[in-house]
């Protein structure tokens, strides 16, 4: 019995928490890749227990919240998408409607 960590259970809950901190600070959509990239090494290390449950000692918790946090990470990029979207919507209304006529710039 070689006991050893899951392999890419780290790198599942590394991603994920990197896609809700890229989502939330950095680059917004973009964050949604991390959050793919998140959630294939979640499938792989998954994929993995369920080979050889009796191998791996420890793992299967980072595993769950790293995928838990990827989902996350998409729906915030998905928020900050729709938000962006919208910010830039309301600008061109504004600007093809009319509604700087009046201003001195």
């Known amino acids: 019995m070689n006991n050893q960590p899951l392999p890419g259970a780290s790198n599942a809950l590394t991603f994920g928490i990197i896609s809700i901190v890229a989502s939330l600070f950095c680059c ?15 499938k792989k290390a998954e994929r993995a227990y369920a080979i050889d449950p009796s191998a791996y000692a420890t793992g ?10 990827s989902y996350i990470g998409i729906g915030l990029a998905v928020v900050m998408l729709l938000l962006v979207i919208l910010y830039f919507g309301i600008i061109i209304a ?12």
Do not use: C, M, Q, R
């Open 28 to 42: 917004g959509p973009f964050g949604a890749i991390f959050s793919f990239i998140g959630l294939s090494n979640a």
């Open 60 to 69: 299967l918790d980072n595993v769950k919240t790293g995928k838990i946090l």
């Open 94 to 105: 504004l600007i093809t409607a009319g509604g700087f006529e009046g201003a001195d710039f």
